[in-house]
């Protein structure tokens, strides 16, 4: 509920009020002005002003819409103008630049995957550069106004100065990505955790749209998890992530990119997986496996044909996450999970285990009934990119960025 004249600077209350009334047109348009005033909790003067604004920079426009049980004349409505105006989100992934233009109701422009190999005479920083500068070329017949950029990428992450500290797969330390776009572009850069964005995304868009305390794990290139709690993501505006994916689970395990060993990641990541396949195939010879190139894909259809290694192999995962997720249970009293990878292929080998840990290992009150599903998106896209940006509409931080040209 936002309180009018409450203590507070003055910009900041006119921040969290314009980005309230730009997500409730979103959510609920063509919605009246008085219809309007009574969910935003504002005075009726208050919302004439804000929506004026909007109206003028061609963020909301007006609309005839017939409202509901009416038969008379049609009554003038809100809605968002989101065609004219675009916005980059990308993501960095295991040997991938996934970029693409948006408009903001996030509907996909344009996409281009290019190649992003780990080793490479130029550095890290200069490659996303060039790539984008040749991206904004590639598509500038398509291109409008241009609002900001958001890029999501595995790792550690300071994101309120958009420094990346360390990365998986990529031997990079410190690098002024967001820094370095903005000076470039004159943009607002988002930079976040891929996972806590993808978490944002399921919960603006996806699979926990509508509840408040979810768990989502992701079991990927790179393994982690993002919390709702009370409706709002837990560090989704930090630097900080749930880093179950460094929690340690072996001690005399293989070395992390984060300096200690056995780390979950070491052991459930899918660069991971595949190894164990390989090195379990050298003994077991009746596999269905043998003979085929060693791929998510085909491991998952190996379980789903009761292939005794691959159900072997994707129950073991769901060991070691299950057990980190019971604690997390314990912790966080969801009302749902949500499982996020191309494992979820064989989910039913995956998800039975997972859950079968969970109400094994964590208090029968919270876990006898968490709904576990799958994620509506995969993490291989720039949807989670574009919930940053949804996110800072809604927020008003970017919102007011606009309203001032």
Request: aromatic share 6%.
């Given at each position: 509920m936002i309180v009018e004249g409450q203590p507070g600077h003055i910009d900041q209350i006119k921040q969290i009020n314009a980005g309230t009334v730009y997500r409730l047109i979103d959510q609920f348009g063509p919605i009246s002005r008085i219809e309007l005033s009574k969910k935003a909790q504002l005075a009726p003067a208050s919302i004439t002003k804000i929506v004026r604004e909007l109206v003028q920079a061609h963020l909301v426009q007006e609309t005839e819409y017939q409202e509901p049980g009416s038969r008379g004349r049609p009554a003038i409505g809100l809605i968002l103008d989101t065609q004219a105006w675009h916005y980059l989100s990308a993501r960095v992934s295991l040997g991938t630049l996934t970029l693409s233009l948006r408009?903001?109701?996030?509907?996909?422009?344009?996409?281009?995957?290019?190649?992003?190999?780990?080793?490479?005479?130029?550095?890290?920083?200069?490659?996303?550069?060039?790539?984008?500068?040749?991206?904004?070329?590639?598509?500038?017949?398509?291109?409008?106004?241009?609002?900001?950029?958001?890029?999501?990428?595995?790792?550690?992450?300071?994101?309120?100065?958009?420094?990346?500290?360390?990365?998986?797969?990529?031997?990079?330390?410190?690098?002024?990505?967001?820094p370095a776009l903005a000076a470039r572009s004159g943009l607002p850069v988002f930079i976040q955790h891929d996972i806590a964005a993808w978490t944002k995304a399921e919960s603006l868009y996806g699979a926990s749209r509508g509840f408040r305390n979810v768990i989502q794990v992701v079991i990927d290139d790179n393994v982690g998890a993002g919390v709702i709690t009370g409706g709002q993501v837990l560090h989704g505006n930090s630097s900080s992530v749930v880093e179950i994916g460094h929690t340690q689970v072996d001690p005399y395990g293989k070395r992390c990119y984060c300096g200690n060993h056995g780390c979950l990641e070491t052991l459930a990541s899918i660069d991971n997986i595949l190894e164990l396949v390989r090195q379990r195939l050298e003994v077991t010879p009746n596999s269905l496996l043998n003979g085929l190139p060693i791929t998510v894909e085909?491991?998952?259809?190996?379980?789903?044909?009761?292939?005794?290694?691959?159900?072997?192999?994707?129950?073991?995962?769901?060991?070691?996450?299950?057990?980190?997720?019971?604690?997390?249970?314990?912790?966080?009293?969801?009302?749902k999970i949500l499982i996020g990878s191309p494992l979820n292929q064989a989910q039913s080998v995956l998800h039975p285990t997972i859950m079968s840990c969970i109400q094994q290992q964590s208090l029968p009150a919270y876990s006898e009934n968490i709904q576990l599903e799958s994620t509506q998106f995969s993490n291989h896209g720039t949807m989670p990119g574009a919930a940053l940006v949804k996110d800072a509409l809604y927020n008003g931080s970017l919102l007011v960025k606009l309203l001032q040209g």
């Open positions: 408009d903001l109701s996030s509907k996909l422009v344009a996409e281009d995957i290019l190649p992003l190999v780990a080793e490479d005479a130029v550095p890290f920083l200069d490659r996303i550069i060039a790539h984008i500068d040749q991206f904004f070329i590639h598509h500038q017949s398509k291109l409008e106004r241009l609002t900001a950029m958001a890029i999501t990428l595995p790792g550690m992450i300071d994101t309120a100065k958009g420094v990346i500290q360390k990365m998986p797969f990529y031997p990079v330390e410190s690098v002024p990505l967001g085909n491991l998952c259809d190996a379980a789903n044909r009761g292939d005794a290694l691959a159900k072997d192999i994707i129950v073991g995962v769901g060991q070691n996450v299950g057990r980190i997720l019971a604690i997390m249970v314990n912790l966080f009293n969801p009302e």
